[in-house]
């Protein structure tokens, strides 16, 4: 037998798999097969994100957005959507003033423009209950009455603001919607779309113009596991996605959180560990209008077998609201009056309240100073402040922790990250809405312009164009069709400051005149002047406020009384014909010599009587 030479099979092996690398692959039917199927899913994924190609051809309309406030400040949300015969007004909000504006209650806006275009607005669309998007319809309807749509339980509480006004008529105008029902309103089919906020009965909404559709997320997030089991309707926002969507406005607030936004759930298990800790009164404070936040602390204060109490109108109002139309289900025996809360051992109370925001005339402020009627702060009380201090507030907050913790009360705020989840989305779930609406333009708002700015570089990111992003402000008005978005001109935009103890407007003149005031003093001038020997007769009065101290006031009159008695010798003798010539003369000096000589520009109020 002939064994084969060792290295001729060595050869024919390495000649064999030669071969077999030189096969292309692309010849065989398999791989044309692939690669066709791969080719075919590339068009699906283009079209699929083609947004140009969903949108309907056939819309040669317009349709104009004007915000009057929510841009550049967090609160105060109103804006309009017109077309050339039909307007509708898009929530109306009120917002917070700064430390400066003495007096100042609430701040609402303008509704100049509305005035002008009055005749082709058909409706108040509603949102939610927030304050910062419904706390200004009272004001806007004491100018105007038009419909307002929305759900339950905004409505109702809005119901309630017309009773405080005593507007109760005004009810009539009410517009009960069901979600996922579009509905005719002037030029605009609109439809409301569950979403999850941080108050019950929240929507986004869907806008049908003769531009196309528009979608506006109003404030919300993208809660999974919410108390009420009601999620966001996310298959909704896929529907008009797939459909095409022209335009996206979504909320800003939280644009520069990373992830998600936690959800509203998880805050109970927090509730649960002080509850079982706390052996003395548990006083739980939120937001008046955050019902599961409450409903809540509620449901952990009937597991520890304590007795419910609600303290304050607003707090009390809402709860009452939300049980009367079945949103939230409590024993009615669980809740016992203000009045009645020193008849059960501190163990077996839980107070819920208002003032979280350390407002002065909040129930829970009143507490921390001894000024309310039934409840006494004492050591062992369990405070629970369930709320994030909103922007500007948090010197008040401060303040009222440290009343608190004063009267020996231990005050749970900041030391737990689940004591208070917020209800606006993070970017995680900004992207999650711009990749289920899929729009050809985005506008952000609800925010300052940093937030938008931030918002827009999110939607960038997720493959929306930059020059199809758009930053606005109050006031701009920007008119969008099928193949542009452009601004068009600008309207009267500001805000009316709200004496919300009297319910009425204080004209900007005096909110002015109360920082001058405030900032630089009055000072008072009182004399006698013999006009005619253009003399000073006896010596003047002068009285100051907040220019100098007691201690100084003598000196400063008989300072006064000199640059008195120099301007009268030097004086033109026409001065001496008019007391208010006179007066306004002696105003420009005596404010010349205070600034010369203290910097300080204070109201001077001179009094002379001519003899």
Sequence with gaps: MTTPNNNTQQQKNNNNHNNQRQVNPKNFVWFKDLKKGFIENEKIQANRLNTENKLDKEKKGWVRFTPLGGLDEIGGNCA????????????????FPTEDMHGVDILIP???????????????IITHGHEDHIGAVP???????IPIYGTALPLAMIENKFNEHKMREYTSYFRAVKKRRPIKIGDFYIEWIHMTHSIIDASSIAIQTPAGTIIHTADFKIDHSPVDGYPADLQRLAYYGEKGVLALFSDSTNSYKPGYTPSESVVGPTFDRLFKESEGRVIMSTFSSNIHRVYQAIQHGIKYNRKICIIGRSMEKNLDVAMDLGYIKLPKDAFIDAHEIGRYPDNEILIVTTGSQGESMSALYRMAIDEHRHVKLKEGDQIILSAKAIPGNEPGVSELINYLMKKGAKVAYQDFSEIHVSGHAAQEEQKLMLRLVQPKYFLPVHGEYNHLVRHKKTAESVGISDRNCFIMQDGEQWEITRNRVRKVKNVKVGKIYIDNQINKEITDDIVV????????GIVIIIAQIDSKN???????????????SDKEDHAFAKEMEEVLLN?????????????RVFENELRGVVRKHIFRNMKKYPTIVPTIFFQ
């Design 80 to 95: 309009v959507f017109e077309t050339e015969d039909s307007a509708i007004i898009f929530d109306c909000g009120m917002s």
């Design 110 to 124: 303008d509704f100049t423009y509305l005035r002008e275009i009055r005749h082709k607005i058909k409706a108040l």
């Design 139 to 145: 004001y806007l309807f004491k100018e105007m009455q």
């Design 513 to 520: 005149d109360r920082q001058k005031l405030a900032n630089d």
């Design 534 to 548: 253009k003399k000073l007769i006896g010596r003047p009065k002068v009285t100051t406020y907040g220019l100098v």
């Design 567 to 579: 301007y009268i010798k030097h004086a033109k003798p026409y001065v001496f014909e008019k007391n």
